[in-house]
């Protein structure tokens, strides 16, 4: 790595080499404690799909480990080079800027940036003055200016030689953010010794033995500190609205359901100010909390406030409760999750065996005629443009497939396809109950859908839902 051609002098070939010793056993310990992690999360995997990826990144971060480990140490040499001798190699990073707007950003440095920014303030608030004085020590022996930002020792410069060498090696975004955690886990937890260390190696050398006396030298830097958890929380605010914005306009949510999440917009507010992994982590309980709710709820109609309903009752007490939250309790949302959990899967469980004696009813009750006379036919109208679009959507109605049949202007009815009876393409549809509330042929389902008397609604996650809005407009506007 000590390219002949890019000599340190002797005292800032100390600071490397010590710091480079002890960043590469961290990386060691990383890379050890990876494999469980991921293994951990495949096992935790909602899906097939999910599992699949986290078992190839187990397979992935054991072949690129060393490239991973290698690029990271050349990055730091690289940087300390550029330290004495800036005309040998023109400047390959650029510091993670806390303070960076997260509406300039692209999809995938959206996520990254919020997690960045969250580990490299962590580190200033710990460590601040211990890596202040460090920045002024090398600034004697620089030949360009130095600050938090740019020190090849400072967070923002060691979390960029991870991304780089991350990014050589074409990881995926997800494994990308979880190797970024682990990174902060084992080695950012490590930093209060690894500035000690180099300010102590500087100090018996003679570079500024005094500073320490003078802590005076960082009242600037934890200014900016301050502002920048200033902009953090204004761009967490302006996430959160824009989110909340989406889910008010979501024709997929009744208005029942509009109503409760509203009253969540504070208490989420102060989740993303207090914990940036609320954006980037996908199983952040109040992340989840939203998505059950969601889901738990999407068959309910204009009187899902009746007093009959018992998940209204218990979805609102959740609202309620979270209402009430300042953001500060994590355990206190897996609580809530779990509770919450229990109480659907109790009723889910009823609700299946309804849909089944449903299911049985109908085919049962139809089984005989179509034995015993002609097969009935449904002819289909002639088909334009409009009606293979119609065709297309039926096509997607899937078992399980939510839709809205508004009858008129006042009466909207929710329902979920149960079964398809053949011949004549019969649908079944019942309600959130299993009760059998609706049936229709092939043909009246082209012309309802077509006339958009039907809608189809889309039951994925709401939060992952609302945040892939958000996103693609922030690209559509950023492009603008």
């Not at 469980?349 to 005989?368: F, M, V, W």
């Not at 549809?429 to 042929?441: D, I, P």
Request: glycine residues 4%.
């Amino acid at each position: 790595m000590h390219s002949p051609l890019a000599r340190l002098p002797v005292i800032l070939l100390q600071v490397h080499d010590k710091a480079a010793q002890q960043l590469r056993n961290e990386l060691q310990v990383l890379f050890e404690n990876a494999d469980e992690t991921l293994f951990e999360m495949a096992d935790k995997a909602q899906n097939d799909t999910e599992q699949s990826l986290f078992f190839e990144a187990m397979r992935d971060v054991r072949l690129k480990r060393k490239n991973i480990e290698r690029g990271f140490l050349e990055r730091l040499f690289e940087a300390f080079i550029r330290l004495a001798q800036p005309e040998v190699a023109e400047p390959a990073l650029q510091a993670v800027a806390p303070a960076q707007s997260a509406f300039s950003l692209m999809a995938n440095d959206l996520e990254r940036a919020q997690v960045t920014n969250a580990m490299v303030a962590r580190v200033l608030a710990r460590n601040q003055l211990a890596l202040c004085q460090l920045s002024a020590r090398l600034n004697t022996l620089s030949c360009e200016p130095l600050d938090d930002q740019n020190n090849p020792l400072g967070p923002a410069m060691l979390c960029e030689y991870f991304l780089q060498s991350e990014r050589d090696q074409g990881m995926d975004l997800k494994v990308k953010l979880i190797m970024l955690r682990l990174f902060e886990k084992y080695l950012l937890s490590q930093t209060g010794q690894l500035y000690a260390d180099a300010n102590q190696l500087l100090i018996a050398t003679g570079v500024l033995p005094d500073l320490a006396e003078e802590a005076t030298c960082c009242a600037t830097k934890v200014s900016a500190l301050e502002q920048q958890s200033t902009n953090t929380g204004e761009d967490a605010g302006k996430l959160v609205g824009l989110l909340f914005d989406y889910i008010s306009d979501d024709r997929n949510l009744s208005q029942p359901l509009k109503k409760l999440l509203a009253l969540l917009r504070e208490p989420m507010l102060q989740t993303a100010r207090r914990d940036q992994n609320f954006f980037s982590c996908d199983s952040h309980p109040a992340r989840r909390l939203l998505n059950v709710i969601a889901s738990a709820a999407i068959g309910w109609g204009a009187n899902a406030e009746d007093c009959s309903d018992m998940l209204y009752r218990k979805v609102e007490h959740v609202v309620l409760q979270l209402a009430r939250y300042a953001g500060n309790n994590p355990a206190l949302l897996e609580s809530m999750l779990h509770d919450f959990s229990m109480f659907t899967r109790g009723e889910r469980g009823r609700i299946e065996l309804l849909e089944q004696r449903t299911r049985d009813a109908e085919h049962a009750r139809r089984r005989p005629p179509f034995q015993a006379s002609p097969v009935q036919s449904w002819p289909l109208p002639a088909l334009d443009e409009q009606g293979h679009l119609g065709l297309l959507l039926v096509s997607q109605l899937r078992i399980g497939t939510w839709i809205e049949l508004q009858a008129d202007e006042a009466t909207r009815l929710r329902c979920k396809l149960i079964t398809i009876l053949e011949p004549g393409g019969i649908h079944v549809f019942v309600n959130r109950m299993g009760a059998k509330v609706l049936e229709k042929n092939r043909t009246d389902l082209i012309v309802q859908l077509r006339s958009g008397a039907i809608l189809l609604l889309d039951d994925r996650l709401l939060f992952d839902r609302a945040l892939e809005s958000v996103i693609d407009s922030l690209r559509q506007s950023g492009a603008d």
